[in-house]
């Protein structure tokens, strides 16, 4: 199974950025771990601070791919384009956080995306991630470009 990993805007900080919410280590350091966890997907990356280029990335690959995990970042409360982008796409969207956004400021509260996903994971650090793939790890979709 494919599945695209998308970081938004600061998560290229992860591991210096705010550790006590957002834990000490890098996106990079633990891509390895998830990629032996989950042997039978193919797990992609892409980071961007920039909105356009997660746009354009979700276009790409969100008519081909069986699944994508989005952390949007501050996007997720912000962004009418992205909750745009994933309304249009035939892959399953999978939101992440690390942090638990319900428990942060009060504009953390809403997500412009969520109704446009599968699903919303947060709160697990890094953890996260490996959660959204045990989701995709339960779907079998016989074709790409399906709604679940």
């Known amino acids: 199974m494919q599945i695209l990993i998308i970081n938004g805007p600061n998560l290229n900080l992860l ?7 957002y834990g000490t280590r890098s996106f990079e350091a633990y891509l390895p771990e998830l990629r032996e966890a989950f042997p039978d997907f193919t797990l992609e990356y ?6 356009g280029e997660l746009i354009d990335k979700i276009h790409e690959v969100g008519f081909t791919y069986h699944g994508i995990i989005l952390n949007a970042g501050a996007y997720t409360h912000t962004s009418l384009a992205l909750a745009d982008a994933l ?3 035939d ?6 956080h ?11 509260h809403k997500s412009l995306i969520a109704k446009n996903c599968i699903g919303s994971i947060s709160g697990f650090k890094l953890d996260s991630y490996r959660l959204a793939l ?3 790890e339960g779907i079998r979709p016989k ?3 399906f709604r679940v």
Do not use: T
């Open 98 to 108: 690390l942090s638990n956004v319900a428990a942060r400021e009060e504009i953390r």
């Open 15 to 21: 591991g210096r950025r705010e550790p006590g919410i």
């Open 134 to 136: 045990h989701y995709f």
């Open 87 to 89: 309304a249009a796409i």
């Open 91 to 96: 892959s399953p969207v999978v939101e992440v």
């Open 143 to 145: 074709r790409v470009g």
């Open 46 to 51: 892409f980071q961007s601070n920039h909105e």
